[in-house]
């Protein structure tokens, strides 16, 4: 069984930043695209960010010069740096991986349990 656990949300500022990380676990031998979603409150999810197994790059055009996602394939972690953060960033934010592979077998569209952002003065 393959998990992912996010951490790091929490209440900012608007203008202030935060990083969240997200570690995957369970017998991994590798993950290909890695990618943060978010869910504001009454809105559907959205992609945020994503990063291949490559280390290549894509943002959605709300967040581009903003956020920065990241991976360490040796850590079997992804994560996103949000700065200049605005009040319409806040939702639950999730991590997702595409196709987990592991020593037992393979996981398709494996998400986290999500972590609160609030924006707010």
């Known amino acids: 069984q393959v998990q992912l656990v996010e951490s790091g949300g929490g209440l900012v500022q608007p203008g202030g930043s935060l990083r969240l990380s997200c570690a995957a676990s369970?017998?991994?031998?590798?993950?290909?695209?890695m990618k943060w979603h978010r869910q504001a409150p009454g809105k559907e999810r959205e992609l945020v960010a994503v990063i291949t197994s490559g280390g290549s790059t894509n943002y959605a055009d709300s967040v581009k010069g903003r956020f920065t996602i990241s991976r360490d394939n040796s850590k079997n972690s992804v994560y996103l740096q949000m700065n200049s953060l605005k009040s319409e960033d806040t939702a639950v934010y999730y991590c997702?991986?595409?196709?987990?592979?592991?020593?037992?077998?393979?996981?398709?569209?494996?998400w986290g349990q999500g972590t609160l952002v609030t924006v707010s003065s």
């Open positions: 369970g017998n991994i031998v590798s993950i290909n695209n």
């Open positions: 997702k991986a595409d196709l987990i592979l592991t020593a037992v077998g393979r996981y398709f569209d494996v």
